[in-house]
Structures are given as C-alpha cells and as structure tokens.
C-alpha cells in the first residue's frame, strides 16, 4: 500500500539548517510527484515545494533560495533542507503524492506521511 | 498567488445536523479544488477533489460543491467521527493555496 514517512530532527538551532527524509513506499518517484507541505503549531497548511516525478523541482518563493528539494530514486527518497532557519520556521513539516488530473501538471494530494514536528530553538 | 478566504472559522453542530463550510478563491480556480479533513495530531485526509468528486471510502454524507471562485463543503448528518478541522486548497496554479481552516465541533 502507499506510505509516506517523514524522518528528521525535533530540534534545530536558529540560523541552521534544516534536513528531513521523506521515504516512499507502494509507488514509484519517477511516476509521481512528492510535495512538501508544512503547518505551525494550530495554525492552516502551506505549500513549500514539489519534486516532479521527471526530476525536476518548483518552490513557492516565499521560501525564496533558503529550500532545496531533490531525491534518490534508488532509495524511493524525498529530501527537504531548508537553511537559515527562524522560529517561525517551527512546524509540522509533511510530505504528501500528488495524483496529477489527467493532461495537466496540477493535482491534488492523496496520501501524506504523518508529518514530523520541528522545533527551531534559539 | 491566489488567496483562499474560508468560513466559518469555526461551527458548534449537534449529531445529525447539516453542515456547510465555504471557501472564496480570489480569482477563477475552474474547479481545481480540493478538501481535506485533518483530526489533531494528523495529517490531512483528501474527502473531495476536483470540487465535487469523492475521493474513494469517504463517506457519501460528504459532498462539495461550486465553480468559479465559490465552492462548498456539506456534510450530511454529522457524526461524532467527523469532528476535525476542514481545510480547502485550490492546486490551480502555483504556489497551491490552502484556506485557513474550520474546526467542526460538537454542540
């Protein structure tokens, strides 16, 4: 069955840099593209970037040059690193598949991986 | 980027009773409209996609509706299982977008 599963620290330091593991199961990469989504504490969802399934990558510029997503397809692997992190860096970062609407590029989001919780501390 | 305006922010609703949650997009989205429920401590469940298509095992008492920039999320005679909060998400054009939330609670 599809799983996602997101693995990274609890706890990173202001001013460092983020890295989180998304690990795929029941797909493949190179059919399906993985997102990253992320959610402060008791607060609505963000878009933060996507890792198509042909190797490319798209970043919501809110996030400006501090994200950087890539994969090892070999390893069925998403990676996330963010730098320079601020406190309100601080969320719930998730990893979630696109099912892409038939002849477009958009789509909407069938499974995510449980989310791993990060604490940016000063 | 296109801005999702959701409501309620949040709604007390007793067992059985029908539910409506809104979301205004800030410009023309053609349908390309999602809704998630996500319980505490969760992620995100897809109920709705494409505005109006169920997602496969959410239960028929959800449905959504809409076009353009209005669109809706109903869900028939609550149950206590579907106390949560709502989020929509327009994935026609990058960045996605997600309304702020309701939370759905019981009266």
Redesign the interface.
């Known amino acids: 069955q599809v799983q996602l599963k997101e693995t990274g620290p609890d706890l990173v330091q202001l001013t460092q840099t983020l890295s989180i593991t998304c690990t795929v199961s029941g797909f493949s990469l190179t059919t399906y593209n993985v997102h990253w989504v992320r959610q402060p504490p008791g607060k609505g969802l963000e878009w933060m970037g996507a890792m198509w399934n042909g190797g490319g990558t798209d970043y919501n510029s809110a996030f400006k040059s501090r994200l950087s997503i890539s994969r090892d397809t070999s390893k069925s692997q998403v990676f996330l690193k963010m730098n320079s992190l601020q406190t309100d860096d601080t969320a719930k970062y998730f990893c979630a598949r696109l099912r892409r609407n038939i002849g477009t590029t958009t789509g909407y989001f069938d499974y995510w991986g449980q989310g791993v919780m990060v604490t940016v501390s000063s | 980027d296109i801005r999702m305006t959701q409501s309620p922010a949040s709604l007390s609703a007793s067992l059985g009773e029908t539910v409506n949650i809104e979301c205004l997009a800030s410009e023309d989205i053609y349908s390309?409209l999602?809704w998630?429920q996500q319980k505490p401590g969760?992620?995100?469940?897809?109920l709705i996609?494409?505005a109006n298509s169920l997602?496969n095992g959410v239960p028929s008492r959800f449905s959504g509706s809409g076009s353009g920039t209005q669109y809706s999320l109903k869900i028939n005679s609550l149950q206590s299982e579907d106390v949560a909060t709502y989020?929509c998400?327009q994935?026609?054009?990058?960045?996605?977008?997600?309304?702020?939330?309701t939370k759905l609670e019981l009266k």
């Open positions: 390309d999602a998630y969760k992620s995100p469940q897809l996609y494409n997602q989020f998400q994935y026609n054009n990058y960045p996605y977008t997600f309304g702020a939330g």
